[in-house]
Structure formats: structure tokens, C-alpha cells
């Protein structure tokens, strides 16, 4: 079975403001096994036709909401919405996905997350994983 696996975090930052519609660059890779995930671009090339399971989470800023979606080919599949202080939220997605499909994560409203700092760190995450090749 092909080994496709990959999870990435914002690097220690300061709040991060992100515009509706941008894309979120994970610019820390833990594991690209595989190397299906494009770090400049922040997104996720599916190597193999196959079921693949995905999932994001983060944390929001102080007087701040946000909205955050996986999309596939620039449809969106799941949302993650986080409303008060420092809320957690996440979005997981398990789907076919065909060779060439696209999967990246978008805001889908003005954003601004919480520092990712070493008493923050991995609160703001994208990870996959090939389930079963097909």
C-alpha cells in the first residue's frame, strides 16, 4: 500500500490574520510522508485515487470569530467555526479523492487566530492521510 501522511502547523507566531477566501499556508511540516503536501502553497495534491481522511483544527484570536474550511478543487467539504475567546474548533472529512484532486484550507470570513507560541503550539493544524487506495 502506498504511504501517503502528512500533518503541518502554523509556525510561532503573533496573531495571524488571514482575508476571507485566502488560503491558510502551514508553514511548520511535522511529516509529509509521501510529499503530497505543498508547504508554499499550503495545500494537498492527492498522489493516488483512494479514500483519504482529513482534518483541521484552531484556535481563534480575543474578540475575534472564525471560519475555517476544507476544500476540495474549491468546494468546500467541512466547516470549523470558532465564536469567543480563545474557542477551539475543528472539521474532520473522510472522501474519494482522484489523482490531481486539490484539498486546502480557506477562510471563509475575515480571520484572525491566536498566537501559536510555545504555550500555544499546535493549536492551528491541517492533517491527512490515504485510508485505502482504490
Known amino acids: 500500500m502506498p504511504k501517503v501522511a502528512f500533518s503541518a502547523h502554523l509556525a510561532n507566531t503573533a496573531e495571524k490574520s488571514i482575508s476571507k477566501g485566502d488560503t491558510v499556508i502551514f508553514d511548520n511540516i511535522v511529516t509529509n510522508e509521501g510529499n503530497a503536501f ?9 498522489p493516488y485515487k483512494g479514500l483519504y481522511f482529513f482534518t483541521i483544527n484552531f ?13 476540495l478543487n474549491d468546494n468546500r467539504l467541512c466547516t470549523a467555526y470558532a465564536h469567543t475567546v480563545h474557542d477551539v474548533a ?5 472522501t474519494h479523492l482522484q489523482v490531481g484532486d486539490v484539498l486546502s484550507i480557506k477562510a471563509g470570513m475575515d480571520c484572525v487566530l491566536w498566537r501559536n507560541d510555545w504555550a500555544h503550539r499546535n493549536h492551528h493544524g491541517f492533517t491527512g492521510f490515504l485510508y485505502k487506495p482504490l
Open 90 to 94: 475543528s472539521c474532520s472529512i473522510i
Open 59 to 71: 484556535m481563534t484570536s480575543a474578540n475575534h470569530v472564525s471560519l475555517l474550511g476544507i476544500y
Open 38 to 46: 505543498n508547504q508554499v502553497k499550503g495545500s494537498f495534491t492527492a
